[in-house]
């Protein structure tokens, strides 16, 4: 599977926009991209993922470039409840499902 | 309706002894995982099961021995435990082990402490 690259730590007002980055230049064309969250002490949440095309849903919105070597979570109106480690995962499809996860980024919400 | 749950949440126990933790999803899938969260905060994955049947065993050491007696319930027993072991365990599902946007859901965590 692909490596990703983010950014050890990001702040974000409340309110505002989050737009977190993930580089995966070694990306293949079966990887998809997949986004999880872990808020403190909660086991880890799915949020979102894509395979060429931007995707939305009720979280978030999934940005990846047309080269697909870099993808952007969007968290439209962030809240505090929003600060959390943010995992990008890119994982190849088949079977024996596997997600392996980095170190991700601490995005931090300030009130 | 807790989706994915763990028991214990925490353990504390000495070097040596053996322990279990349970898990049990209601949400129906046919697979189900256990992960470490070490110190340093990194999750790795350590098996999983698709449909009572181990389909992922990553070099965890043979003291680690998971059991699922059902495809609802994964259960995870360590023997003589080291003061490595001492991690966050978490428990997830997913539909199926095949792949296409699955999602896994996770539990909230056993943390495991041995002194």
């Not at chain 1, 439209?76 to 024996?96: E, F, K």
């Not at chain 2, 997913?94 to 965590?109: D, M, P, Y």
């Amino acid at each position: 599977d692909a490596k990703t690259t983010q950014p050890t730590s990001m702040d974000c007002a409340e309110g505002r926009a989050a737009n977190l980055p993930c580089n995966h230049s070694t990306i293949s064309g079966n990887e998809y991209v997949y986004w999880y969250r872990q808020i403190h002490s909660q086991g880890p949440q799915y949020i979102i993922h894509g395979l060429k095309n931007n995707e939305t849903n009720e979280m978030a919105s999934l940005i990846i470039t047309e080269d697909r070597k870099s993808s952007t979570l969007i968290l439209p109106h962030a809240t505090l409840r929003d600060t959390a480690v943010y995992y990008c995962i890119v994982r190849a499809g088949g079977s024996n499902y596997k997600l392996t996860f980095g170190k991700g980024t601490l995005l931090t919400v300030n009130p | 309706d807790t989706a994915v749950s763990q028991t214990p949440k925490y353990l504390v126990t000495q070097m040596g002894n053996d322990k279990s933790i349970k898990c049990e999803q209601n949400l129906g899938h046919d697979t189900m995982y256990w992960y470490k969260q070490d110190s340093k905060k990194f999750l790795k994955i350590m098996f999983s099961y698709n449909n009572k049947e181990l389909i992922i065993n990553e070099t965890v050491p043979n003291r680690f021995s998971p059991k699922s007696p059902d495809k609802a319930h994964l259960n995870l027993h360590i023997n003589s435990l080291e003061l490595g072991d001492s991690a966050v365990y978490f428990c997830a599902s997913s539909l199926s082990s095949g792949f296409r946007g699955e999602k896994l859901f996770f539990g909230s965590g056993t943390q495991l402490s041995v002194l």
